[in-house]
């Protein structure tokens, strides 16, 4: 979609046009603008589920849509946007285990991740697939951080939990994947897709 | 390796994961739908192509139809167009003579009409400006 002056309409431009005139077209701009980054986060934090990812992606949209209207374009909005998915995620997440664990408990023994069949211990897995091996609350911390280059203060403000457990949480988890990744221990020697 | 730091190649594998996947394009009906559902958008008025081909034909089908129908209306009628009285004058020769020779002209295929106006706009018709211009005209209605 252009405006006016011929360039592609810009993210602030689009969500005016949505507000003032409920413009499907714009909003399909954005969507497939952003869409993309957000399926992918939410696959990710997900542990791999499609499914759950599209409901999560959908989720996300209604969310940013009747609240767009408060945006403050302090941020960029894809930053927002994904802000709004990673709390879906997270609240997903939290009704699939429903109050069976606490995901942040660091004192929690986490049982071996579910492997495929053809993979052993010790054996090397690809890096996305270790990635949605691990416990709920390891993987969302590392990916977080380590895939989406996100600072601990802003995951804990995310997440709803202190600094010191996102901490906690990523060196575990990192310990978690090096340990599935190769005897070695070392998550570099296998490459993700 | 420190355990909590990411070595070179660590972090070269995590750099080379992928940040966007497509998904897929239902994901895409079914939010718009949802969003529509509660009003935030209005969703666009789709004319398919479908509709629009169907909607031509049909819209040619009946200009066909409506033409047919003109052209049957204002098809030619000899009778109509030479007055016994004018034959008569001009050719010289009794006005029931004249008659009985567009009677043996006169048939009832559309073709042939239109043979018989061209005939008389050739010779009946002739001396007789306004009867020769209409039926050329009539001609041209036929083709």
């Known amino acids: 979609m252009t405006l006016q002056h011929g360039m592609p309409a810009s993210d602030r431009e689009l969500a005016e046009v949505i507000l003032r005139a409920g413009s499907e077209r714009a909003f399909r701009e954005l969507y497939r603008r952003h869409s993309p980054r957000l399926f992918q986060l939410a696959r990710r934090l997900l542990g791999g589920d499609v499914h759950a990812a599209e409901d999560a992606v959908q989720e996300t949209w209604i969310r940013a849509i009747g609240g767009l209207g408060s945006f403050r374009w302090e941020s960029q909005f894809s930053s927002w946007l994904l802000g709004i998915g990673i709390h879906v995620c997270h609240d997903a997440l939290r009704k699939r285990r429903g109050d069976r664990e606490d995901p942040w408990d660091d004192t929690a023994q986490h049982p071996s991740p579910d492997r495929a069949p053809g993979e052993r211990i010790g054996e090397r897995v690809d890096l996305e697939r270790a990635i949605t091996l691990l416990p709920d609350g390891y993987r969302t911390v590392l990916v977080l951080h380590d895939v989406e280059g996100m600072a601990h203060e802003a995951i804990a403000a995310r997440l709803d939990i202190s600094v010191g457990t996102s901490k906690s949480q990523l060196h575990r988890a990192r310990r978690a994947l090096r340990a599935q990744l190769v005897p070695s221990g070392e998550i570099g020697t296998s490459r993700g897709r | ?143």
Do not use: N, Y
């Open chain 2, 1 to 143: 390796m420190h355990d909590d730091e990411l070595t070179p190649a660590e972090r070269e594998a995590f750099a080379a994961l992928p940040r966007e996947s497509l998904a897929s394009d239902l994901l895409e009906e079914r939010t718009v739908r949802a969003l529509a559902a509660r009003g935030w958008i209005h969703p666009q008025r789709r004319i398919r192509a479908a509709a629009v081909w169907t909607g031509a034909a049909a819209a040619c089908l009946l200009f066909f139809v409506v033409g047919f129908s003109l052209g049957q209306k204002r098809s030619v009628r000899p009778e109509t167009l030479f007055p016994a009285g004018a034959e008569t004058q001009e050719s010289g020769t009794p006005a029931g003579t004249s008659t009985q020779g567009m009677a043996m002209e006169r048939v009832s295929s559309k073709e042939e009409g239109s043979s018989v106006a061209m005939d008389t706009s050739g010779s009946l018709a002739l001396g007789h400006p306004e009867l020769q211009t209409k039926a050329r005209t009539q001609v041209v209605v036929w083709f």
